[in-house]
């Protein structure tokens, strides 16, 4: 499943290649699951568009159209076309000549000549639409804080006395928006702290180190994810990301990298936790 990172890589890629350019049609397929808002009203709300720009919002990628129609007829009308990739989605920019993929959800035709498609086998990614009236002014937004914005002092007021485990309440996507379980694995162990820890046994400078530790691991991998966009947004998706070096995820009884204790995994609300136990508290 694609985590923050990837998805504000694929959000780079798409901005690079298709804004500017306008939707001239749009075909979605039959299967229902995707589409997130009613066919006609994607169709409505892409048709004619302009792509202003592509650019991430927690796990969503999220086009900024102008449309035609202002009053009068004249003048334009905001709009936005949002994707959630789900486990398996991915979007591809091509020449119309090449081959359809199965599982293909939606073409949209670009002035361009090009095509933005949207692939997804498992179907867990979603296709909506926002536009119109008076919410679009405001813009689609995640359900959480952008994790990459998210001051010291809000971090803190949005952590401070939870009583989940601190793993837990990394991965509710209604405090932050986007960390999945590799990236909170991976600052709980920049941080030095274990999974496990109540959060509200967490010190303010335990809390300021964690803090610190998920802005630094995402940009990392965001870094890192730039070289490799034109594979996935071009090519058919099997190519995988230059990822990050991970410390502890995936690494079960492998040394520390720091001080050679076994890595060790928990299961905490039914996701896998990684950590190391001497270098971790
Ligand atoms: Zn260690």
């Known amino acids: 499943m694609p985590e923050l990172p990837e998805v504000e890589t694929i959000a780079r890629g798409l901005h690079k290649r298709v804004a500017g350019d306008t939707i001239q049609s749009v075909w979605l397929g039959e299967k229902p699951e995707p589409l997130k808002s009613p066919p006609s009203e994607i169709v409505a709300v892409l048709e004619r568009s302009r792509i202003m720009q592509v650019r991430r919002i927690g796990k969503h990628i999220v086009f900024d159209l102008?449309?035609?129609g202002g009053r009068h007829g004249r003048g334009t009308l905001p709009g936005q076309w949002i994707v959630h990739l789900g486990m398996t989605?991915?979007?591809?920019?091509?020449?119309?000549?090449?081959?359809?993929?199965?599982?293909?959800?939606?073409?949209?035709k670009l002035a361009s000549g090009r095509e933005v498609r949207f692939v997804d086998p498992r179907r867990f990614g979603r296709l909506a639409v926002a536009s119109g009236?008076?919410?679009?002014?405001?813009?689609?937004?995640?359900?959480?804080?952008?994790?990459?914005e998210s001051a010291l002092e809000r971090f803190i007021e949005l952590f401070r006395g939870r009583k989940t485990p601190i793993k837990s309440a990394l991965l509710n996507q209604k405090l932050l928006s986007g960390v999945g379980n590799i990236y909170a694995d991976e600052s709980l162990f920049r941080a030095g702290l274990r999974p496990r820890r109540r959060t509200a046994s967490l010190t303010k400078d335990q809390l300021c180190k964690l803090h610190a530790a998920v802005q630094e691991v995402l940009r990392e991998a965001i870094a890192l994810g730039g070289s490799s966009v034109s594979d996935y947004v071009d090519a058919d998706g099997e190519a995988g990301f230059f990822q990050l070096q991970h410390r502890v995820y995936g690494r079960e009884g492998e040394p520390c990298l720091v001080c050679r204790r076994l890595i060790k995994?928990?299961?905490?609300?039914?996701?896998?936790?990684?950590?190391?136990?001497?270098?971790?508290?």
């Open 66 to 68: 102008d449309r035609p």
């Open 89 to 108: 989605g991915r979007m591809q920019v091509t020449e119309p000549e090449t081959e359809i993929a199965r599982h293909t959800h939606a073409i949209i």
């Open 133 to 148: 009236n008076a919410e679009v002014a405001e813009g689609f937004r995640a359900p959480g804080d952008e994790p990459l």
């Open 265 to 281: 995994r928990v299961v905490i609300a039914g996701r896998s936790s990684h950590y190391c136990p001497k270098c971790q508290k």
